[in-house]
């Protein structure tokens, strides 16, 4: 093997790395816009039932039985923490597997 060809290799072998690196931030960035597509449909189910009946809802199974809110929950996991009828609850949506930040 001579030079030139410890340099193909070298070059053949960064390009792969950096591939992979690419692969894995455009893999986090799409499962990030996924996870932010979630919350945003639980925050809009929340604000029509707001603007509807006056008031949050108490859980989140009030919001899929009266306004259709679906999502994978085999992937997400969804935190709805409401605490009175006149403030607007956390949501936390996590995928399931990762770490909360």
């Not at 960064?14 to 690196?21: D, M, N």
């Not at 108490?58 to 809110?69: F, Q």
């Amino acid at each position: 093997m001579n030079r030139r060809d410890i340099i193909r290799i070298l070059i053949l072998a960064a390009v792969l790395v950096l591939a992979v690196r690419l692969a894995d931030r455009i893999g986090y960035s799409g499962a990030r816009q996924e996870t932010e597509l979630v919350r945003e449909a639980v925050r809009r189910a929340t604000l029509t039932c707001y603007a509807v009946e006056g008031s949050y809802p108490e859980s989140l199974d009030y919001l899929r039985e009266n306004y259709h809110l679906a999502y994978n929950e085999e992937r997400y996991f969804v935190t709805y923490d409401s605490f009175a009828w006149n403030q607007f609850p956390d949501i936390y949506v996590t995928e399931r597997g990762t770490v909360k930040p």
